[in-house]
């Protein structure tokens, strides 16, 4: 007995006796790599919230990169918003 094509641009095909959709024999490794090295990424995107651990390309003994560097940044932004402020209270002081 023959097959039905459910999505011939992907390869699929039903089988009307068992009632299954499956590959009509082409290989779907590629795409399940794709999605491996997809995974990959966004787990080293949701650990790079956290500030600590490796990343995904990073040299080895750089685990507390990310949390340094938002320290810094931090630092700055708020030396940066905290003169702001000071220099528009001595405006207002000022005149």
């Known amino acids: 007995m023959g097959y039905v094509l459910v999505l011939p641009e992907f390869g699929l095909v039903a089988d009307p006796v068992i009632g299954f959709v499956t590959t009509a024999g082409e290989s779907y490794q590629p795409i399940i790599d794709k999605v491996a090295e997809l995974e990959n990424v ?3 995107l949701v650990g790079m919230l956290s500030g600590e651990g490796q990343l995904l390309n990073s040299f080895p003994g750089r685990e507390k ?3 340094y ?3 810094v940044t931090a630092f700055w932004y708020g030396l940066a ?3 702001l402020i000071a220099a528009f209270m001595a405006f207002q002081y000022m005149g």
């Open 69 to 71: 560097a938002g320290g």
């Open 65 to 67: 990169s990310l949390m």
């Open 42 to 44: 966004a787990e080293d």
């Open 81 to 83: 918003v905290g003169l």
